[in-house]
């Protein structure tokens, strides 16, 4: 097997995927549509509308893994982001003979009352966990028919660096850090799984590359849910931070918002997450791969000081 692999997708995971590749010193191209550059030392960088499914075969040809990494910039747009995305990784993988690696997350599941394992069905009543777990069944399929190797690895809700404002913690860090009251959606006191998109990112790459890994999902290894209070207060704590206060915000409030903004429409959508324990069961994954999580001081460290960092550079001008 070749050494190469091509990361579409330059967010979160997908730089994590790189950065750890190139410093194993493998051969990586990390593909977007405006051909961003991560400024990771040793990786090239495409310009690729990744839908297009001849580009993306013809990028992906002689690669040993394709990693699908991509996310949409607009919340509100999965159902027309996804469906032609979809398609074209699967048609790149099978013309490529490429490993398909696709970071998931845990919307298949839908509303859950105990902790969620890869054998419990996707059972999802919401149309982005639907679509999600249509995704996953496409790439199953073609799997099971000998056309791809696929396997999904599928994390909770991200904290670490690089996640900021799209994390339901991370991005309350910046008015926290400045003692303000941080607001959270449904209730501040449930436990619930965070998971370090670093981990995200060596998970994905670990069951990419274990033949016996493929075929199925695999959840992220995480370390034990807190609250949302909790992971706040821990996060500040891990830069010598005070703790702030933590409120919920009023269901009422929210269902209005839901009438008039699109982002808050969807998010209202996905709110039994945070109105009821949401936790991942990881133990699958441990054993499978003898994989633990970064300490969870570390996760906290490394989400505030991304946002620290994130500031420095708004504050003087710079990208």
């Not at 990494?69 to 979809?86: G, S, V």
């Not at 398909?100 to 105990?114: E, F, H, K, M, S």
């Not at 995200?200 to 209070?229: C, K, Y």
């Not at 959508?269 to 936790?279: D, K, N």
Request: net charge negative.
């Amino acid at each position: 097997m070749t050494d190469r692999h091509l990361v579409v997708g330059a967010g979160p995971v997908g730089r994590h995927v790189a950065e750890l590749l190139a410093a194993r010193g493998s051969d990586v191209t990390v593909a977007t549509r405006s051909g961003t550059d991560t400024g990771i030392a040793g990786v090239v960088h495409l310009q690729l509308d990744a839908s297009d499914a001849d580009a993306l075969s013809a990028a992906a040809d002689g690669v040993s893994v394709l990693y699908n990494c991509a996310n949409p910039a607009d919340y509100t747009t999965w159902e027309t982001f996804w469906p032609p995305l979809m398609a074209a990784f699967l048609s790149a993988a099978e013309r490529s003979g490429a490993v398909y690696a696709i970071t998931g997350n845990l919307y298949p599941y839908g509303p859950v009352d105990r902790p969620m394992r890869e054998d419990m069905p996707d059972a999802a009543t919401d149309h982005k966990g639907i679509l999600r777990a249509k995704m996953w069944a496409d790439a199953k399929a073609a799997h099971d028919a000998g056309r791809v190797r696929a396997v999904e690895v599928r994390g909770s809700d991200y904290m670490g660096r690089g996640v900021g404002g799209n994390g339901h913690v991370t991005r309350q860090i910046p008015g926290a850090l400045k003692g303000k009251r941080a607001w959270v959606i449904g209730k501040k006191d449930l436990p619930h799984t965070f998971t370090d998109v670093l981990d995200t990112a060596r998970m994905l790459i670990a069951a990419a590359e274990d033949s016996t890994a493929h075929g199925r999902t695999w959840n992220v290894p995480s370390n034990p849910p807190r609250t949302q209070e909790q992971a706040i207060t821990e996060v500040l704590a891990s830069v010598g931070k005070p703790p702030v206060a933590v409120s919920a915000t009023p269901a009422a409030i929210l269902s209005t918002l839901a009438l008039v903004v699109p982002m808050m429409r969807e998010l209202n959508q996905l709110s039994y997450q945070w109105t009821a324990p949401y936790v991942l069961d990881d133990s699958a994954a441990r054993t499978h791969f003898d994989m633990e999580p970064t300490p969870w001081q570390e996760v906290c460290r490394r989400s505030a000081e991304q946002v620290t960092a994130d500031s420095g550079r708004i504050s003087r001008g710079t990208p």
